[in-house]
């Protein structure tokens, strides 16, 4: 592991964590994102994850500018390689050691479609839809305990049966999510009530959001095509509707919300590969969500400018008609600004003529 404490000259490196420095050292040795998660013991995607927090908390424009602030700040020493602890022996990244965890987490859960979860790369049986529930409840509170009653009221609601059906439920988890062959679980119990251990356990929703970062911050540097890529990896998670299947007013909620999300996120893709000229490919994924939220506003009209991106503006002003429509029908409502500014636009430069450029369009 680095040294926790800043280098002297650069007080900037004392902001990032110490997880953070080692991926910027590992930077400054010339390692490629997937030699830094092999050296590491960490999936890729918390490496990008890790990046993007060192590029913003330093407001570097790139992974070029990290490598630069890497040397400046003494982390890695010109022309003598990696810097040497204090005993002279070189850092465990030089030597490409493992000092972390295993490579990979203990348990994987996923929720992004209907609730699995992997112990050691192998699926496990975690019981019936409520009990699935339960573990579901803490894999969406990683950073702290769930008490008894809120698994109750967010499991079952009004229909809370009481008694011990909780402790069952956790007892049963436990007893199948074993760290190897010692006694141990991925669940702890506190005072404050029942959470996943740290650092065993990975969540497709923490890996969605570890993305989302290195996204954005890829996208500030001015690298369209790899927040695209991020962004692309991040939507590849989610595998159906997110919690599917699981009862109680916790999972629905949630299931709104991660809804929600995806959907922001192709938006966001949508429009950094408008961007990028990549317009059919635009054209499909947003015909496909429209489908999919025919009531979405800002979907229908973000469609309505990759259409006429790509020329085909009869088709971009029939997505207009049909949003009307469907607002009409199903909620007795007009389009609103968004909808009928993304038509009058179209409009307009169609009335204008076909010289008119469309580099605004996006």
């Known amino acids: 592991m680095l040294s926790t404490t800043p280098y002297q000259g650069h007080p900037g490196v004392a902001a990032l964590t110490a997880r953070e420095r080692e991926v910027l050292y590992a930077l400054g040795c010339g390692l490629a994102d997937a030699e830094i998660a092999d050296a590491l013991a960490l999936p890729e ?56 965890p295993a490579p990979d987490p203990w348990l994987r859960i996923s929720v992004l479609g209907p609730v699995l979860a992997w112990r050691a790369g192998r699926p496990v049986d975690i019981g019936p839809v409520r009990q699935q529930a339960v573990l579901a409840a803490m894999a969406l509170s990683p950073d702290r305990s769930v008490s008894r009653q809120e698994l109750l009221d967010g499991v079952w609601g009004m229909e809370s049966p009481g008694g011990n059906v909780v402790p069952v439920y956790v007892y049963r988890l436990r007893k199948n999510l074993r760290l190897g062959d010692c006694p141990d679980s991925v669940i702890r119990h506190d005072r404050y009530g029942y959470r996943l251990v740290r650092g065993v356990v990975e969540v497709d929703v923490a890996c969605v959001e570890d993305l989302v970062t290195a996204a954005g911050a890829a996208e500030r540097a001015g690298e369209l095509s790899e927040a695209v890529r991020l962004c692309a990896r991040a939507l590849d998670l989610f595998r159906g509707e997110p919690l599917a299947g699981l009862p109680g007013p916790l999972a629905e909620l949630e299931r709104l919300r991660l809804v929600e999300r995806r959907v922001t996120l192709v938006q966001r893709k949508a429009t950094w590969q408008l961007r990028l000229g990549r317009v059919a490919e635009t054209i499909a994924e947003l015909s496909a969500l429209a489908l999919e939220q025919p009531l979405n506003e800002p979907v229908a009209a973000l469609l309505m400018r990759a259409l006429e991106r790509g020329d085909r503006r009869a088709e ?44 605004d369009v996006a």
């Open 45 to 100: 995607h918390v490496v990008a994850g890790h990046l993007g927090h060192v590029l913003t908390k330093l407001g570097l424009r790139d992974r070029a500018a990290a490598i630069v602030h890497a040397f400046d700040c003494g982390l890695v020493v010109p022309g003598q390689g990696p810097r040497r602890t204090a005993a002279g022996a070189a850092s465990p990244l030089g030597a490409r050691q493992r000092t972390g």
């Open 316 to 359: 971009a002003l029939a997505v207009f008609d049909r949003a009307r429509r469907r607002l009409a029908d199903d909620l007795g409502v007009a389009p609103g600004e968004r909808l009928r500014r993304a038509r009058w636009e179209i409009l307009r430069r169609g009335a204008a003529g076909p010289g008119l450029g469309r580099a």
